[in-house]
Structures are given as structure tokens and as C-alpha cells.
């Protein structure tokens, strides 16, 4: 019987995306696409790690300059990450990671961190048409990546698992109105 509930597909994916150069499963879906819900199930019967990154990044940058946080944000959260024990990690609330002021690429260091262990992230956003969204164009936050080299289950689709092998292509940033 093929996976049907969230937390089965996430479940499904893990294996995937543990055999991947890029070992980051997103869970991609918008807000109330049961994310949180089906991570904590997971968390529950695995055991595995739930981190909130955007509560866990912003205690560490609190103590910053507006200059030091675009300098320190990467390497605050990899730190904190790295104290996190476990094969796999799942990581939440990720919005953090894409304000304009701490200057990120979201997947970039989402795959950066998955280098050591298998990484599952909720990807508060949509998957259509081998494009990666988060937030719409023309909103100073959205960023779109064209075939991301991640493994990816979408809430709310019945398909498991997609695994996305083409090279990453640098994301498009919305650019602010003048």
C-alpha cells in the first residue's frame, strides 16, 4: 500500500534523500498544509530531532549589530545545528532564513547542513512545474529555484517522493520597487 498520509510520505522520503549527494528532503506546502503536525508525528515515532529554526537563529542573533547578522547568521545556525544530536535532523519555521537583511540562500545552507546527516525542512512555499517558490514575485522576501537538487514530498499530493538530480540554478530574487 503506497504511502498516503504526510507523515508517511516524509518517511518514505528520508531513505531518498539519505542516498542523495544533497541529503535535504523539503516539505513543501503553505501555511495549515499540515507540516508542523506531521513533523511532530515524526519526531514522536522516530525520536528524531524537531528544531525551530527561526526561534533558535533569532535567540543567537539577538545579541548582533544590524551589520554583524548578515556576517554571523550562517554560521550561528550551523552551530547550533551541529549541537543537535542525531542521523536526522527535522527543522521547522524556516522564514527566518529568508529576510533580506541576513542576506541567506535559503538552500544553499540548508544543503550546506545537510552535508554531515540527513536534513528534513519545511519549505513554508510551493513546487509547481520544477520551480521552488517561496513567497510571491515581487515580494522583497520570494526567492525561486529552477530544479533544486533536493528530494522533495509536497503536503497535499499523493505522490511519495520526488527526487531532483539537475544542478541547482542560482535563485531569482524579487527585486524592490524604486
Known sequence: MPATSLHERILA?????????????LVVGGPGSGKTTAFRAVEETQGWPYVNVSLELSKRLLD????????????L?????????????????????????????????????????TVVAAWPGSYEGNQLRYAEPG?????????????????????????????????TTAQEPQ
Do not use: C, M, W
Not at 64 to 75: H, I, S, Y
Not at 91 to 107: K, S, T
Not at 149 to 165: K, M, N
Open 64 to 75: 548582533l549589530t544590524q551589520k554583524q547578522r548578515p556576517v554571523k547568521a550562517a554560521g
Open 139 to 171: 515580494h522583497p522576501e520570494a526567492k525561486t529555484y529552477s530544479k533544486p537538487e533536493v528530494t522533495i514530498v509536497v503536503a497535499g499530493e499523493a505522490e511519495p517522493v520526488r527526487d531532483i538530480a539537475a544542478a541547482q540554478t542560482p535563485p
Open 13 to 25: 522520503g528520508v531513505p531518498v534523500a539519505a542516498g542523495a549527494y544533497h541529503r535535504l528532503l
Open 77 to 117: 545556525l550551523d552551530g547550533a545545528l551541529r549541537a543537535v544530536p542525531g542521523a536526522v535532523l527535522l527543522l521547522d519555521n524556516i522564514e527566518l532564513l529568508f529576510q533580506p537583511d541576513l542576506a541567506l540562500d535559503p538552500i544553499r545552507l540548508l544543503q550546506r547542513i545537510a552535508r554531515g546527516r
